[in-house]
């Protein structure tokens, strides 16, 4: 068998409303992507993973989907994706597409029907129930953005489930009618020429039929609803379903959305035998940096945990499944001012970063702007953030007593806008990124950190990003070598091993601003060996620099 062609590639996430605005009106569009294809070519990355460009009231930045089957006004036509996928294809680049069927927007038409009355034909399509005999919503969940999950409709006098915004109504998957218009709707896109999905927390639309309360853990108003739905009691099934009625003899990539979903759970959806998805993105290493379950409640990491866990998946899914290796996406603030320095040391932890992450097993995600070593933002205005995750918790955990100055200290670290600032393109007005009023200010770090200025210096992030990438597809020990983590108890260097049949990486990454030394049995090995990518012009393995990420090949 020939190995899945998504195992030796790169994908590169595309935000559209941040990346490139054409038409000036603040709002990045499709013809902005298509302008910067060459660019996507000359990093070497295979597949543009598109967040959602549907028609959309835009509540959730297109997660709120009014209909499938439309391209947004704002990002262009239907025209428009047909020629993005042209040109895409032209350049031996693939496109994949977001696909958001947890839920819909409430504006569209199957809500729309489904809210009309109790008897409606699409009533079914979502989720409603009545409020508990003594009043009060069908159960306590809390909604991730905050609030309860469930709305009450006068009309009809009974309440619809949101997990995530008022707006975005669950959908049901237990009504087979609805699951096959979903299928179509996939269908539609695939012959349309498209190369796969990724899937929107796909694995939260199988629900526990019945929705008993959640834990309400201290300090907390709503019940936790997680145990009822994430990785729910029909998710293998749905899947499966899903797989034969669209996925099955079509050479597309498929990647689920996961938060919850533990190293066995990842074994099981990416296991080919299984016939469910080819990756899945896990949350557990984006969580490790908060306290308690809730994001906004920040802890520093322990690299301790971060090898751990990385270890876990990397083990686990070897010789079975496939991973997913990203850092970054919209939902998540940079990851060089999350794990690396984003002052003194920007570029050298970038590119640590990069290489720590790159030359593990799985398939790499680049989130737009992370090739050149974007920042957090800090606006010190409230009013300058957009993100409904943000301004919905701003205000529940004022209520619930935290002080402004806590909050915001949240937001800057954690929240959502951090990673949504237009992308730099160059150090003119809007950082290139519109000739208009932009719809999420700029980071005023442009004028040193862009796109232009980086392409522009061969010792740049984007080169060594390029080197990444070249790396994976020259050696096939990154996509098929065993992971073994070296140096476990060391809290600053993330040191492991990829074994192959023959030969053997070391890939050596310093998560600090100090100057360490390697001793021992380590040292003597790698004192042999050749370095084939390094942030280090001379690397030393008895004398690792601040922030240093060097991999030697052992023959
Ligand atoms: O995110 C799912 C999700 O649960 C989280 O990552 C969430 O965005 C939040 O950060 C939790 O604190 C997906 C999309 O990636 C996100 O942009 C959407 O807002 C969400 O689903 C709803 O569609």
């Not at 980071?443 to 990003?465: G, T, V």
């Amino acid at each position: 068998m020939t190995t899945a062609w998504w195992k030796k590639r790169t994908v590169y996430q595309i935000y559209p409303k941040s990346f490139n605005d054409t038409t000036g009106n603040g709002v990045g569009d499709i013809p902005g992507i298509i302008e910067k294809l060459d660019y996507l070519k000359k990093l070497g990355i295979d597949v543009i993973w598109l967040s959602p460009v549907y028609d959309s009231p835009q509540e959730d930045n297109g997660y709120d989907i009014r209909n499938y089957r439309m391209i947004d006004d704002l990002f262009g036509s239907m025209e428009d994706m047909d020629r993005l996928l042209e040109e895409a294809h032209s350049r031996d680049l693939k496109i994949v597409m977001d696909l958001v069927v947890n839920h819909t927007s409430d504006e569209h038409p199957w809500f729309v029907e489904s809210k009309s009355s109790k008897d409606n034909q699409y009533r079914d399509y979502y989720i409603w129930k009545d409020g508990k005999a003594d009043g009060g919503p069908p159960t306590n969940w809390g909604s991730i953005f905050s609030g309860s999950a469930w709305k009450y409709d006068e009309q009809t006098g009974q309440y619809y489930l949101h997990l995530f915004a008022e707006k975005q109504p669950d959908l049901n998957w237990e009504n087979p009618t609805m699951r096959k218009d979903v299928y179509d709707m996939m269908n539609f896109w695939l012959d349309k020429g498209i190369d796969g999905f990724r899937m929107d927390v796909i694995n939260f639309i199988s629900k526990d039929q019945a929705y008993p309360d959640g834990e309400v853990k201290s300090g907390e108003k709503y019940g936790d609803p997680g145990p009822y739905f994430v990785n729910g009691p029909r998710i293998h099934e749905f899947l499966q379903e899903m797989h034969g009625e669209v996925l099955a003899g079509r050479d597309v990539m498929t990647v689920g959305e996961m938060p919850g979903a533990e190293p066995e759970d990842g074994k099981v959806y990416t296991d080919p035998d299984n016939q469910e998805l080819d990756m899945i993105f896990t949350f557990e290493h984006m969580s490790l940096d908060e306290e308690g379950g809730d994001k906004w409640n920040i802890k520093p990491l322990d690299l301790r945990d971060l090898k751990e866990n990385f270890e876990k998946w990397q083990t686990s899914l070897h010789g079975t499944g496939w991973n997913s290796l990203y850092w970054n996406n919209h939902d998540q603030p940079r990851i060089v001012s999350r794990f690396g320095d984003d002052g003194e040391y920007r570029e050298k932890s970038a590119k640590m970063l990069a290489t720590c992450l790159h030359m593990m097993q799985g398939t790499p995600y680049i989130y737009q702007g992370e090739e050149i070593g974007m920042t957090n933002v800090h606006f010190d205005d409230l009013n300058d953030y957009q993100d409904i995750e943000t301004l919905n918790m701003y205000k529940e955990k004022s209520e619930l007593g935290w002080s402004h100055e806590r909050i915001m200290e949240a937001i800057y670290t954690k929240g959502r806008d951090n990673a949504r600032t237009p992308m730099q393109w160059d150090s003119s007005r809007n950082a290139g990124f519109t000739e208009g009023t932009p719809w999420l200010p700029v980071n005023h770090n442009y004028k040193s950190i862009n796109a232009e200025s980086a392409l522009h210096s061969q010792n740049s992030i984007f080169y060594h990003y390029q080197d990444l990438i070249r790396l994976r597809k020259k050696m096939n020990i990154i996509t098929q070598g065993r992971f073994q983590l070296l140096l476990r108890e060391d809290p600053q260097i993330f040191a492991y091993e990829r074994q192959g049949e023959i030969d053997s990486l070391y890939v050596i990454c310093n998560f600090s601003s100090e100057n360490i030394e390697i001793t021992g049995e380590l040292n003597e090995e790698l004192k042999g060996a050749e370095v084939i990518i390094s942030n280090e012009k001379y690397p030393e393995p008895s004398n690792l620099q601040p922030w240093e990420g060097t991999v030697y090949w052992l023959k």
